[in-house]
């Protein structure tokens, strides 16, 4: 039988209004969430943008003066100051761009390795997938200080092996060496965090059609081409979710290169320099600037990355 206008319309009005009711029960279920993130995450971000704009000290017990950009860019007396003409601030940021980009690549392939290791069917699989998600599970600060102790240049276990098989002739300074120490938190950062991008990736590829696969077997197509024209593909959404939380993660480091090498200037990062002011220099109003420019850095690349990565998914569709 066929419907009415009057009973589309009604049909249509009908609908509007659960789409309403469902949008209302969306927000009311949301609403706690959002006020405590508001609290502990928007809050503290607004205050510490508003502490930029001050020259306000741990050492002071007043709020601070407001004094605009100056903790930003200021000239005086025929000199530069504030972040952005400070040499040690974009060697932080130097770091952290470099750390980021080869750790966060390595986990990256080594993570599609493994993962692609342990969605096979092999006696064990089980178990050995546990044991790839110990480094993850491992706390960071406990990881960083067992590689310290490892990597030690007077009783390490490292430099020891290495001598035993001729490797090398003398102890390495890993964590001091100039040469070394960034490559040491990269290789640490690595261990840790390969069973994470593992793990994100063998979920991704549980999804991945057998058919398809066993298609491209029957047709004689190599496992390099299956790989890159039908299983990345496929995977190409959850790699980019797990590459952006990796990135976000390495652009924030804190712990593991504090942990090893403290202040050292080869590898300071930039949550390390804002450390360093609010903490050591008890400069809340540079600190916060430094820090503000810190989450900045992180959004642009956040949007930028999403972006680029939304575009390459829709020409893919």
């Known amino acids: 039988?066929?419907?009415?206008?009057?009973?589309?319309?009604?049909?249509?009005?009908?609908?509007?209004?659960?789409?309403?009711?469902?949008?209302?029960?969306?927000?009311?279920l949301i609403a706690p969430m959002l006020v405590v993130l508001s609290l502990v995450a928007l809050w503290p971000l607004v205050r510490t943008i508003a502490f930029s704009f001050t020259d306000a000290s741990l050492a002071d017990s007043g709020g601070g003066n407001f004094i605009?950009?100056?903790?930003?860019?200021?000239?005086?007396?025929?000199?530069?100051?504030?972040?952005?003409?400070?040499?040690?601030?974009w060697r932080s940021v130097s770091n952290t761009l470099i750390f980021t980009v080869v750790s966060v690549s390595l986990e990256t392939i080594i993570g599609m390795v493994v993962a692609l290791i342990?969605?096979?069917?092999?006696?064990?699989?089980?178990?050995?997938?546990?044991?790839?998600?110990?480094?993850?599970?491992?706390?960071?600060?406990?990881?960083?200080?067992?590689?310290?102790?490892?990597?030690?240049?007077?009783?390490?276990?490292?430099?020891?092996?290495?001598?035993?098989?001729?490797?090398?002739?003398?102890?390495l300074a890993w964590t001091a060496d100039p040469d070394l120490v960034m490559l040491t938190i990269i290789m640490v950062d690595v261990w840790k965090a390969v069973p994470f991008m593992a793990l994100l990736l063998l979920a991704a590829l549980q999804l991945v059609p057998k058919d398809c696969l066993e298609a491209a077997r029957v047709d004689g197509v190599s496992r390099l081409r299956v790989f890159f024209s039908v299983i990345l593909p496929m995977i190409w959404a959850p790699l980019t979710v797990a590459v952006i939380f990796r990135t976000l993660d390495a652009l924030r480091v804190f712990d593991v290169v504090?942990?090893?090498?403290?202040?050292?200037?080869?590898?300071?990062?930039?949550?390390?320099?804002?450390?360093?002011n609010l903490v050591d220099f008890l400069d809340v109003g540079y600190g916060s600037a430094v820090s503000t420019?810190?989450?900045?850095?992180?959004?642009?690349?956040?949007?930028?990355?999403?972006?680029?990565?939304?575009?390459?998914?829709?020409?893919?569709?």
């Open 1 to 28: 039988m066929a419907l009415t206008e009057s009973t589309k319309e009604n049909f249509g009005d009908c609908s509007d209004v659960l789409a309403r009711r469902r949008a209302r029960s969306a927000w009311l």
């Open 68 to 89: 605009g950009f100056r903790n930003y860019i200021a000239y005086s007396n025929g000199v530069w100051s504030g972040i952005l003409v400070d040499g040690d601030w």
């Open 118 to 171: 342990l969605n096979q069917d092999f006696r064990g699989r089980g178990l050995v997938r546990a044991a790839v998600l110990i480094p993850w599970a491992t706390p960071t600060v406990v990881s960083a200080k067992l590689w310290a102790w490892l990597l030690n240049d007077q009783y390490g276990l490292i430099n020891d092996l290495l001598m035993k098989i001729g490797l090398i002739e003398v102890p």
């Open 258 to 276: 504090y942990v090893m090498t403290s202040n050292n200037v080869n590898t300071m990062t930039m949550s390390i320099y804002a450390r360093q």
């Open 293 to 317: 420019c810190l989450v900045l850095i992180i959004l642009i690349f956040t949007m930028v990355y999403i972006r680029v990565s939304g575009l390459r998914l829709g020409k893919g569709d």
